[in-house]
């Protein structure tokens, strides 16, 4: 609702959330449901060829590749990394100082450590915080 600007303003904290800030995460403009073909096809125009795609005053659709077990632990890790891109844009905002994202320079020097670590590293944090804690766990990184 308050669509924070999306900005690489973390980097080896979170480098898939940094790398998604990045690369551009898309806004559909609706907050409708989505339960008919055209707002459907609407909104997946929007998400074009990103991996999440931000709906206006209702969610965040991400979705994930590969066999179902990690398409599903990509998503879920992507939309954390959405989550966290806002939670702190929203924090730096609220002090009243400007956004001000990570250079390009800087960017350049996170590692590669290939989207099947950065899932798999992920998902078996979660699964272990889920297991600890239960399963109202908050998902949070």
Do not use: K, Q
């Not at 990045?22 to 707002?39: E, K, N």
């Not at 609220?94 to 960017?107: H, Q």
């Not at 290939?114 to 600890?132: C, D, K, P």
């Amino acid at each position: 609702m308050a669509e924070p600007p999306w900005l690489p303003l973390i980097g080896a904290y979170d480098i898939p959330a940094a790398r998604l800030a990045h690369d551009g995460i898309p806004v559909w403009p609706r907050s409708a449901l989505i339960r008919r073909r055209d707002l459907a096809e609407g909104m997946v125009a929007a998400l074009g060829d990103r991996p999440v795609v931000v709906l206006r005053c209702h969610g965040l659709v991400a979705v994930g590749t590969g066999d179902p077990a990690h398409a599903v632990a990509e998503a879920v890790t992507r939309a954390l990394a959405v989550d966290s891109l806002a939670r702190m844009a929203l924090a730096v905002a609220s002090t009243g100082a400007p956004l001000r994202p990570i250079p390009d320079e800087d960017l350049g020097e996170l590692p590669d450590l290939g989207a099947a670590f950065n899932v798999s590293t992920m998902w078996r944090h979660l699964s272990a915080r889920v297991e600890a804690e239960g399963p109202g766990t908050p998902l949070r990184t």
